[in-house]
């Protein structure tokens, strides 16, 4: 009975050990896949900033005559001309943690996957083709 148990505890030992060592291994890859991604954004650099602007024309005297826009109706502006009410209101309607960040939006990022999933529902597509309904 001793060595039937000693056998057991031994698979037992090695499982765990294996399992241990796939741990591990799974760790260190994604370490590694990690360390590749933030070497080569830092290779990058930062995006360039490409905001269409407008052009101002103006006479031999310096008055603007008329103003060309490009795709979007966009205007430089110093942060001393605009509103100090235009801050607060962005962060009212966009972001009301801004100041008090927590790192991961953990909701946001469980609607997200739970879109995912229901994109990937195997009756979803084929539910839309026979009900003839866009969501």
């Known amino acids: 009975m001793k060595r039937a148990q000693l056998r057991r505890r031994k698979k037992q030992k090695s499982w765990f050990r ?3 060592l796939a741990v591990l291994f799974l760790f260190g890859i994604a370490l590694g896949g990690y360390g590749c991604l933030w070497f080569y954004a830092q290779l990058l ?4 900033l490409a905001v269409p602007s407008a052009n101002t024309y103006t006479d031999s005297l310096g008055t603007p005559v008329t103003t060309r826009y490009s795709e979007e109706r966009r205007k430089w502006m110093e942060l001393d001309d605009m509103s100090p009410y235009l801050p607060m209101a ?3 309607i966009e972001d009301q943690e801004f100041y008090d960040p927590s ?3 953990y909701s946001r990022i469980a609607g997200a996957v739970l879109a995912d ?4 529902s195997p009756f979803g597509n084929h539910w839309k083709k026979v009900t003839g309904t866009e969501w």
């Open 90 to 92: 962005f962060l009212a």
């Open 117 to 120: 999933v229901r994109c990937l």
């Open 18 to 20: 294996r399992g241990l």
């Open 45 to 48: 650099g930062p995006p360039i």
């Open 103 to 105: 790192g991961f939006d």
